[in-house]
């Protein structure tokens, strides 16, 4: 088992104190948001090595409402426009030697249709998805797709629509994930979810209720944690947590961001090395 973090949640900081923070609350995997034009990431894959991190993956950038990077935009120029810098994001991850890339097949942030009904987002987000697949192919990388609840985005919400997406496209190379914070909105059966998906699975987030550290909300984590042992889940598990504010787009919660983060990576980590081990 991989465990790993999410450096966006940490705010508005330069990434090596990302990877000092990370480090020191004793992860040895992250996953970073794959902003293509921020960084040099050939330098992002050496300092991570000089802090003996390894980068698993990259979350995909596609924050509403910049059109030209949503896969399921009713303009067709847009979603050839957001195909060509998703290909870019996977030429990142390829870059950092990572190994997926976790796609969110409708703008994150965009919670309302554009088409007149939900079948044509549906068809615009499996088109530009499948014109993916040969890049992530012929770099090794795998595409996961993530469900975001239905107040964050639209088209993929819950453990149905995963499975429906995942096996439309049906790529090799195109897996899903399943975060525990979203379920707990979308979800009436965890187990179920887990179980259907079992063949899918490439990554699971983790966030307690309230989408802070694990422990500090209402979910249980043990009926979770048993599932994933019974399906034999052995891949990565990701912490994505936020430190408590408004704004679910925006991690930057002010002055305390880093050191409320700082000790919800250092305390979910021992939970989960106490669960799982």
């Known amino acids: 088992m991989r465990y790993s973090i999410c450096s966006w ?15 020191a609350a004793g992860y040895k995997h992250i996953d970073m948001q794959a902003l293509v034009n921020d960084y040099n990431w050939k330098e992002v894959k050496q300092l991570a ?8 993956g990259l979350l995909c950038d596609s924050g509403w409402p910049i059109e030209e990077h949503d896969l399921a935009n009713t303009n067709r120029v847009n ?26 097949p409708s703008a994150v942030g965009k919670y309302s ?11 615009w987000a499996i088109e530009s998805v499948c014109n993916l697949t040969e890049t992530a192919k012929e770099n090794g990388i ?21 499975l429906n997406f995942v096996m439309e496209v049906n790529h090799p190379n195109v897996k899903g994930l399943l ?8 979800e009436s059966n965890v187990k179920e979810a887990f179980l259907k998906l079992k063949d899918w699975i490439e990554v699971v987030h983790f966030a307690d209720s309230n989408r802070q550290g694990l422990g500090r909300g209402q979910i249980d984590f043990e009926k979770i944690v048993s599932v994933m042992k019974e399906i034999e889940f052995d891949k990565t598990v990701v912490l994505e947590c936020m430190a408590p504010g408004t704004n679910p787009f925006n991690a930057d919660k002010g002055e305390e961001t880093v050191q409320i983060m700082s000790i919800y990576a250092k305390e979910s980590l021992v939970r989960l090395k106490e669960w799982f081990n």
């Open 9 to 23: 949640t940490f705010g508005n900081i330069p990434i090596e104190k990302v990877f000092d923070r990370v480090s």
């Open 49 to 56: 090595k000089d802090y003996s991190i390894e980068i698993n």
């Open 79 to 104: 979603r050839k426009l957001a195909v060509d810098y998703f290909k870019r994001q996977i030429e990142c991850v390829k870059m950092v030697e990572g190994n997926y890339l976790i796609v969110v």
């Open 113 to 123: 249709l554009l088409g007149n009904k939900k079948s044509e987002d549906w068809k």
């Open 142 to 162: 795998t595409l996961v797709i993530e469900p975001i609840n239905r107040y964050e985005s639209c088209i993929v919400n819950n453990s149905d629509d995963l």
């Open 179 to 186: 975060d525990t914070y979203h379920m707990n909105i979308e």
